[in-house]
């Protein structure tokens, strides 16, 4: 685990709970730098280890106050995401809308130190749940059993018809 990949974890944490929350989960802004989205707080605190190994925290490391939900969304994020290099995790983000409206068509090797907006980072977060729904095994099954019942007709039945000797009371029955 990098500080690069930290701040990608951070990022899509955040656009996830927007998403989900319609809130942001911390307060701090993140910013379109050139490697990606950066949370300037989150980079300062671990930019002592540069491009190296972060340590692992301990249990005392971790905060108090983060909600179950919160607890699992950052679980899902690491599951998601996690599994991936920083730099992969970077260049997805580089084609992405938030952090290249945010650039303003600025070159790759640019700096800047432009928010990336809310309301463009939760848009991305829902596009994310649907990736993320949509990647998970139990998705084609359950979304083709739906759509198979859905289109299946009704049990059908046979028309009944007006039989010989029943004209009269059929057109009584449809005058009374």
Known sequence: MTNLKVQKLLYYSQCLHLALQDAPLFPEEIQAWRLGPVCPPAYQLFSQFEAEQLPVPTQADLPKDISNDQRDLL???????????????????????????????????????????????????????????????????????????????ASVTQPQYVQQGEVRDWLTSLLN
């Open 75 to 153: 679980e899902e994020v690491w599951l998601y995401f996690g599994e991936h290099h920083a730099y992969y995790l970077s260049g997805m983000t580089h084609l992405e809308f938030p952090w290249k409206k945010a650039r303003k068509g600025l070159p790759a090797q640019a700096a800047s130190r432009e928010p990336i907006q809310l309301p463009d980072m939760k848009l991305l977060g829902e596009q994310k749940l649907d990736e993320i729904e949509r990647d998970h095994p139990a998705y084609l099954p359950v979304v083709s059993a739906l759509l198979r019942n859905a289109f299946q007709p």
